[in-house]
């Protein structure tokens, strides 16, 4: 076959019929969303061209009317915005109600924007292999921002913890998390420990999850939530930052025999959950892994 046919299905055609499909955020150049979505778009054929839009505070409404407007296939929210779309939305499902943020919106077929969050089930899709070895275990959240609020929502939904302890710098805002999350939580598993009185609970953990940016490529990549003399064998230690893929916080949980789960597989996770609720259809991976590179 000649090259060209053979690169066919890789390569975007645009055409009058393609639809737009778009992130909303600010800062948005450094997001991994266009690579995925434009190869899972390229690689089953489908129409459609994702772009990264930055989008200041004060325009995020025009922003919304706009995708209305356009008749955008679908659209995905990052930072700043994921919570205060919410007020320009139609229509909540119940995840994103429970989490409080919207990062994906999914236009419907009478006209309106239903917002749901995806970043639980992408979240979580790399543990489920590890749901027995969770159930009656023990994890630790650090950090108290939006994708902590996804973790709590999906470890208190996929498995029976006996203790969830969140760990951060600001306790008070993780007690109102808590607290915001008291009607999944029948058990009274979830609880808020300062992180000078953090070590039991990290050392008892079988689950430990990076929710903060401790460890990302820039001012924090030398940075760990938590120094390695307490992971060991048998521990999950899941880092949701995944610049770079091997984090301090992951490479130091190696060393010690524990098991290291990197951010990448939650990103592709959360995108192939809005991949599938715009087009009807599965994300193929391997393409998408490929042109990330990974
Ligand atoms: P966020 O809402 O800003 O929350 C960040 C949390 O980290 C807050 O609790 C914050 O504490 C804490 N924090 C920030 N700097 C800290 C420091 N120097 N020391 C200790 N704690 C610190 O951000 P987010 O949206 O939750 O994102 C958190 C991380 O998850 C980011 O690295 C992001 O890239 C990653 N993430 C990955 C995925 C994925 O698909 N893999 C998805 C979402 C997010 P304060 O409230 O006190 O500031």
Do not use: C
Not at 12 to 35: E, F, I, K
Not at 111 to 118: A, H, K, Q, R, V
Not at 205 to 228: D, I
């Amino acid at each position: 076959m000649a090259l060209v046919d053979r690169l066919r299905p890789h390569v975007m055609t645009l055409a009058a019929r393609t639809r737009l499909a778009l992130l909303l955020g600010d800062p948005v150049a450094h997001s991994r969303s266009p690579a995925i979505h434009n190869a899972a778009f390229a690689a089953l054929g489908i129409e459609a061209v994702y772009l990264a839009a930055r989008v200041e505070a004060s325009h995020l409404g025009d922003a919304v009317a706009g995708l209305r407007a356009l008749g955008a296939l679908g659209a995905n929210v990052t930072i700043p915005h994921k919570q205060a779309i919410v007020g320009h939305l139609d229509a909540l499902t119940p995840v994103a109600e429970a989490i409080g943020a919207v990062n994906t919106v999914v236009p419907q077929p009478d006209g309106t924007l239903l917002g749901t969050n995806t970043d639980a089930a992408g979240f979580f899709e790399p543990l489920r292999p590890h749901a027995g070895t969770l159930s009656g275990a023990e994890a630790v959240v650090f950090g108290a921002g939006g994708a902590a609020r996804a973790v709590v929502y999906a470890l208190l939904t996929e498995v029976r913890l006996a203790r969830l302890t969140l760990v951060a710098r600001s306790p008070a805002k993780a007690e109102r998390l808590a607290q915001s999350f008291a009607a999944l939580d029948p058990n009274g598993v979830l609880h808020v420990a300062e992180p000078t009185h953090a070590d039991d609970y990290v050392r008892d953990a079988t689950l430990l999850v990076n929710a903060t940016p401790l460890g990302m490529h820039g001012a924090h990549e030398a940075a760990t939530p938590w120094p390695a003399a307490d992971f060991r064998s048998g521990q999950l230690v899941y880092d949701l930052v995944y610049a770079p893929a091997e984090t301090r916080f992951l490479r130091e949980a190696a060393a010690r025999d524990a098991t290291p789960l990197g951010g990448l597989a939650m990103l592709v996770g959360q995108a192939a959950e809005a991949f599938q609720l715009w087009t009807g259809q599965p994300m193929p991976l391997p393409p998408v892994y490929r042109a990330l590179g990974a």
